[in-house]
């Protein structure tokens, strides 16, 4: 049996992941697609047993849509043969060696999920992604953004806080990112707007977290109805990585007088510091707006969603009534300060797996060390 079996899709993860193993005391092997034994057949009844298909097919064909993509008959029947390929030969790599733990990026792609739902019961998962807050690595039993075990109880953060003497000065900084675009004219900001960022729609956060907001133009059609009802300007940002452009969206906010801008060409921290309050499904501007003690309107699935330290609306017509509400909003400074705490002293760990340094190696494998449940990678239920 060995210890940790990481499963790798891509160079920057086998790399990292091939420091952990060469510089730390962790034991296990690094295996890619490509290096997969062939399929199990004896296998086929417990592999078929074992996994959700149908919530596969379905996030794959909801991928495919966003894309404009065919995903009819032909394509779901495809998909289903191709996945089942892959499940007979990761359960033939499970019945190689039986790993006591395994690893994977993230986890929502489909061969991590596969993975995830053929280990045994009884087998420990380690999920890596970005770092939530600047210059730290997330390391998860539980999983990552709003799957993550990230408490989400207000009276956690209250307890959490305990004598700890929580003020400003404690806070953690927000590092400005770098801009992703350059070239682009910054406009001339109004004295009071909201500021909705864009996010991309591709993203696992729009397509598996935002249950009524589909995409970017539902999400400006929004703006619209809150400009209308507060007599606020809505001031949007583009993603920078999206590749879905929005003349009709920029030439619908020409048309309104002010009312509605798009900043593409503005820094997103200059944005958020300006504005009144902020409006995301789940992004990370989210969670740089409550670095920055700025008022924050979550509308998706986000692991920030907690009472108190953001306000949260399920619907256009909810939405439109908190931000008609404001600045009487409900919000707890004391909260925000112990949630940001928490991450930077417990959750997060510090230092980026984009160039580890030793320290940072080893306090990712003393985490990963205790496979009994008492490591403090987080391991509180966010209920």
């Not at 890619?32 to 064909?61: F, I, T």
């Not at 989400?152 to 801009?179: C, E, S």
């Not at 935002?210 to 809150?226: D, K, T, V, Y």
């Amino acid at each position: 049996m060995s210890r940790f079996l990481f499963l790798s899709l891509a160079g920057h993860q086998s790399r990292y992941f091939q420091r952990l193993l060469d510089e730390t005391h962790l034991e296990g092997r690094i295996v890619s697609p490509r290096q997969l034994p062939l399929p199990a057949l004896g296998a086929l009844p417990q592999v078929l047993a074992r996994v959700d298909w149908a919530k596969l097919v379905h996030e794959k064909c909801q991928e495919r849509r966003v894309k404009g993509k065919y995903q009819g008959v032909f394509y779901r029947l495809t998909l289903r043969l191709e996945m089942l390929t892959w499940a007979l030969r990761l359960q033939a790599l499970l019945n190689q060696a039986p790993p006591q733990a395994i690893v994977v990026w993230n986890g929502s792609n489909r061969l991590c999920q596969l993975l995830k739902a053929l280990a045994p019961a009884n087998t420990e998962t380690f999920h890596f992604e970005n770092g939530l807050l600047p210059d730290t690595t997330t390391l998860d039993r539980r999983g990552v953004n709003y799957h993550n075990s990230v408490p989400r109880d207000p009276a956690f953060y209250r307890a959490y806080a305990g004598d700890k003497q929580l003020d400003a000065n404690t806070a953690v900084r927000l590092i400005p990112r770098k801009p992703r675009l350059t070239g682009l004219t910054a406009i001339v900001l109004p004295e009071r707007y909201i500021f909705i960022p864009f996010q991309d729609d591709r993203d696992t956060q729009v397509r598996l977290f935002s249950p009524w907001i589909p995409n970017m133009r539902a999400l400006f059609a929004l703006g619209e109805q809150l400009a209308a009802a507060t007599g606020l300007t809505v001031v949007f940002k583009e993603h920078p990585s999206s590749r879905e452009q929005y003349p009709d969206l920029h030439q619908r906010a020409a048309q309104t007088e002010g009312a509605l801008l798009f900043a593409n060409g503005n820094s997103t921290e200059e944005l958020i510091r300006a504005s009144q309050f902020i409006v995301t499904l789940n992004s990370t501007v989210g969670l740089e707006s409550l670095l920055l003690g700025k008022p924050l309107l979550t509308l998706g699935q986000a692991f920030f969603n907690i009472p108190g330290v953001v306000m949260h609306a399920d619907s256009a017509e909810q939405a439109t009534q908190i931000a008609c509400r404001y600045p009487e909003w409900p919000l707890d400074e004391g909260l925000r300060l112990s949630f940001l705490h928490y991450l930077q002293q417990v959750y997060c760990v510090p230092g980026g797996w984009q160039n580890p340094t030793p320290e940072h190696l080893q306090e990712v494998a003393r985490r990963m060390g205790s496979l009994d449940g008492t490591s403090t990678s987080a391991t509180t239920s966010p209920n």
